[in-house]
T-cell receptor, first 113, second 109 residues
């Protein structure tokens, strides 16, 4: 298996633009998680899905952030409009059961200028 | 809530040395994982180890759940072992990983 695949690896965008991050989980994994990592706050859970259904989005910082999982093999995290404080590394992770054996993607390094 | 503490915060070693990283957690957990974040930012799952001992090559981990700690052993360190090692436990209410602050390991050639 190719693991969790994220794209793009790097994204530089101007403030106010829409940004879409993509994730393909490991086939057969029922849970998908979006995390954000910054120097100040470390790794934060933004949202997670179980069987394509959003279960907990309490970590989504504000309404500018949205996430979808239209099918078992694809998820997106969208920021609209983007702001400089959104600059961070965004990780997608998946696993078979909610608390077991997380596999992380390579991350997307987002820079908003 | 659950607190996760790692020590030491920083560790600098020469290539070939052995090291022990520690993770203490404040409450009973059913799930503990060790991750390595390499200098390129990739997060690699090293061990899922709620209790007992596991080994994978030069790395091994032991969790003593009753005493609420876990240890990660790295033997014969290589420069590629450099990076940050994180310990994380799961909050079962929302499957959120509760992360320690990490141990930054630098292996000098």
């Amino acid at each position: 298996d190719a693991g969790v695949i994220q794209s793009p690896r790097h994204e530089v965008t101007e403030m106010g633009q829409e940004v879409t991050l993509r994730c393909k989980p490991i086939s057969g994994h029922d849970y998908l998680f979006w995390y954000r990592q910054t120097m100040m706050r470390g790794l934060e859970l933004l949202i997670y899905f179980n069987n394509n259904v959003p279960i907990d989005d309490s970590g989504m910082p504000e309404d500018r952030f949205s996430a979808k999982m239209p099918n078992a093999s694809f998820s997106t995290l969208k920021i609209q409009p983007s702001e400089p404080r959104d600059s961070a590394v965004y990780f997608c992770a998946s696993n078979l059961g909610g608390g077991y054996g997380y596999t992380f993607g390579s991350g997307t390094r987002l820079t908003v200028v | 809530g659950i607190q996760v503490e790692q020590s030491p915060p920083d560790l600098i070693l020469q290539e070939g040395a052995n090291s022990t990283l520690r993770c203490n957690f404040s409450d009973s957990v059913n799930n503990l994982q060790w991750f390595h974040q390499n200098p390129w930012g990739q997060l690699i799952n090293l061990f899922y180890i709620p209790s007992g001992t596991k080994q994978n090559g030069r790395l091994s981990a032991t969790t003593v759940a009753t005493e609420r700690y876990s240890l990660l052993y790295i033997s014969s360190s290589q420069t590629t072992d450099s990076g940050v090692y994180f310990c994380a436990v799961v909050r079962w209410s929302n499957y959120q990983l509760i992360w320690g602050a990490g141990t930054k390991l630098i292996i000098k050639p």
